[in-house]
């Protein structure tokens, strides 16, 4: 693929110039300002490129020879075939089923969108499919059915039992929607779960139950007032039943207001359960004295006078998508003492169905369970409630970054990106169908399950999260950038800033970077957003011509040579004012030559104390998970001195990530198979790297392969240091790392964070001109933390 190439985001700018996406009507993502409307065309780029949407499917076994073809297909394909004929259950061995997800969707109430259609809902449906794979590894399909009646539903998705290990519906709207799930329920033996009813009831009831502790309420004494009366409103509602809430404390809303016995409108069955028997019909009459507000309707419902006569420390859960029913500021200016919850990523409090779908499937269908019954929900709610009240521990700050949050009104649940999540959902789950009988493969081993499910987290592409809550968390350090007129960069600094990551300092004309962030639509602005430093006209020039002289005058710099070079060369510019104290980090490199930019901060920021050499570690992230490489841009050919500090500086580095590292000194010889300068070096190398780092997990010199597969390892050397996969490989050489990475990021479609600078006496980072404006974000964001936490 072509993701990190220049040229194809030269191309991908100019199909984005040429075509000008259109403003999409009804869209109301973020009402505020004029940031909408650039979000939303920011929104309809990321689905249209590099490829339209958001999933592809990817084989999982080599067609590489006719044998393999003949295995794959026919006359191979008939083996299986005839073994899942005698025994059906064999399904889960010979092909993906037991992992593969079908979300459907009819369209009918699309988010808070509406009944917008069936193929308008494929983009949500790839999302959910999106959400699966990433943070639990299952497979879905999705499938978006023409279906409006629940008889045509029932019909389509009841079919679709052999493809299938799991079905999870999606925005199918109320009342259908209960006939449909009941029907299904009843006609499959896979376990068949309407996201927005359960999903969100468990989420919801967990935030619940985690609020009211807090306000010091009781779940049997709380008022909760509903706007919604459709599949996520009663589905909470049924649940909070169950865990204690009564009847007569509840007050629905709909679009008619207050369900109340005997109205006659827009009623139904699942509605009446709710009726109050009662004279007041609507929200602004039912709402005061209200411990809960569970919105699960539209934007805007609820005004803020409505808030002023809630009870103390109300709980305000603000749900509905994209727009909630109140935005949190409103609702915080009008009842400061409230604890607020919202369905978006934007806010603190996020109850969303993401963070419970994925893991209930996952214990699901791990143990094989015929069905998600009321047992493994509770199951559910109590591991997410639990989880948010757990004291910090070393693996919250590990997911939150230096800074667990603790359990309090901002923190009533756990963020989506919590890793925990899965570790302890997905069990509970797997554990309470066992129990109540409904497991087809019960879980044998708790243990080895849950390192399994380690493994995949670690795995996974949420590697740079930490960074960002940490980066985050150290309040905005300043950020020098080099090429401050580069388009990448510009569009970085308005992601940092947006994101509250990072101060960015532009070096460049103030003149070309106000054009081009008009021309691109970027809407920050230099002197309020961020600052510039202009290389034609800077009063302290002087004293940076001064210093660079300093440093330089007797490396061969004339006076006259370093006054030029402070005045053109932008990386001289960025390391003196680091150096100089003016900013906290400096990211450079995005045009121009490595070397020569090394050249610039070695000469300025130095290395630092003891270090022998600089040297680049690169991280690769592709779907198979996160590899480190080093030294893969500085030293042509490093003495094994220098390799074994490069392992030990990388491996610190690697810890930042909240990952521990495991390094292969790889080589072309395997544990001493072959006789060369190089295989002594890299001999030579572990021995020293065990006397630098004891506690290091390491090993050497190995294959390539060896490095990654610990079968093969332990074959030539069964007593290896090394366990598992080596998730950082250190080359002999410049030639092999770089060519590696190379080939690796090209072929795998990997996304290359990188190079990361070690050895520098300060934060600087020599980006790589393909790097796209991702990529300086993920360089700026690692910067930052280096300035607040020194290794
Ligand atoms: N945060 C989360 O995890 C989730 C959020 N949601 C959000 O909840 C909302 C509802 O979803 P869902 O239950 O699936 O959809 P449904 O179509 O099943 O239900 C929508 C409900 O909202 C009511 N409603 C719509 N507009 C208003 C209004 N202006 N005032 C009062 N009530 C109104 C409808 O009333 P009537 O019955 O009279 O038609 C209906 O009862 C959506 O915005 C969705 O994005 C849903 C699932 C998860
Ligand atoms: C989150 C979700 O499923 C919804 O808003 O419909
Ligand atoms: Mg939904």
Known sequence: MHRDTRAFARQVEERRLDEKIKPVEGFDATPTDKSTSEFQESALFFHRYPRPGKLEIQ??????????????????????CLAIRDDPDSAADYTARGNLVGVVSNGSAVLGLGNIGALASKPVMEGKAVLFKKFANIDVF????????VDSMVSVIGSLEPTFGGINLEDIKAPECFEVEQQLRDKLDIPVFHDDQHGTAIIVAAAILNGLELAGKEIARAKIVTAGAGAAALACLNLLVELGAKRENIWVHDLEGLVYEGRETLMDCWKETFAQKSTKRDLAESIPEADVFLGLSAAGVLKPEMLEKMAERPLIMALANPTPEIMPDAARKARPDAMICTGRSDFPNQVNNVLCFPYIFRGALDCGARTINEKMKMAAVEAIAELAREEPSEVAARAYSGEPPTFGPDYLIPSPFDPRLILRIAPAVAKAAAESGVAKRPIADMEGYLDQLTR???????IMKPLFSAAKAARKKRVVFSEGEDERVLRAAQVLIEEGIAEPILIGRPAVIESRLERFGLKIRPGSDFSVTNPEDDPRFREYVDLYFSLVGRLGVIPEAARTIVRTNPTVIGALSLKRGEADAMICGVEGRYDHHLRDVAQIVGKCEGALDFSAMSLLISQRGATFFADTYVSLNPTAEEVAETTVMAAREIRRFGITPRAALVSHSDFGSRHSDSSAKMRRAIQLVRELDPELEADGEMHGDSAISEALRQRVMPTSTLRGEANLLVFPNLDAANITLGVLKSMMDSLHVGPILLGSAMPAHILS????????????????VEASIPA
């Open 769 to 784: 001109p393909s790097v796209t404006s991702r990529g300086v974000v993920n360089m700026a964001t690692l910067a930052v």
């Open 59 to 80: 084989a999982t076994k080599p067609l590489g020879n006719q044998r393999d073809l003949a295995l794959a297909y026919s006359p191979g394909v008939a083996a299986p």
């Open 456 to 462: 995949f987290v670690y795995r996974s592409g949420l």
């Open 142 to 149: 999705d499938i978006e059915v023409n279906a409006g009646t």
